[in-house]
């Protein structure tokens, strides 16, 4: 089995973000354990697609084909507790668009704003578990 998505991405738009999943997105992925590993992102989950800072939005607009990598990001960053280390949910972000086409430029560009910059949406949910 191949890592990749096997539901669409069904959401509203309540003029602006966050966006609210009107259907369950579900990708596999091949990273998190020997075996093809399954996440769900359940309907009702709310996602600011990809948290891209507004001064790259020419480059690298908010809303693209990295939509749904982005929402199985934001769910594996806000339900990490503790079965999935923040490196690994940035893996799997830059393997989900791989598998969507995100060319390489892009991908890298991503994944390595996430990596320098994700350490605070991380801490601040790991924070929020804790109370």
Request: charged letters at 20%.
């Amino acid at each position: 089995m191949a890592a990749g998505f096997i539901s669409a991405l069904r959401f509203e738009d309540h003029d602006g973000l966050p966006f609210t999943l009107i259907a369950p997105l579900s990708y596999v992925t091949l990273l998190l354990s020997a075996e093809p590993m399954l996440i769900t992102v359940p309907q009702g989950f709310a996602t600011d697609m990809a948290s891209i800072p507004r001064g790259l939005w020419n480059v690298l607009p908010p809303v693209g084909s990295y939509d749904r990598p982005a929402v199985v990001h934001d769910f594996l960053y806000q339900h990490g507790d503790g079965s999935v280390s923040r490196a690994e949910a940035d893996a799997v972000f830059r393997e989900a668009m791989e598998v969507v086409g995100v060319g390489w430029w892009a991908r890298q560009t991503i994944y390595w704003g996430v990596r320098l910059g994700g350490w605070r949406p991380w801490n601040r949910y790991r924070a929020q578990e804790k109370t």
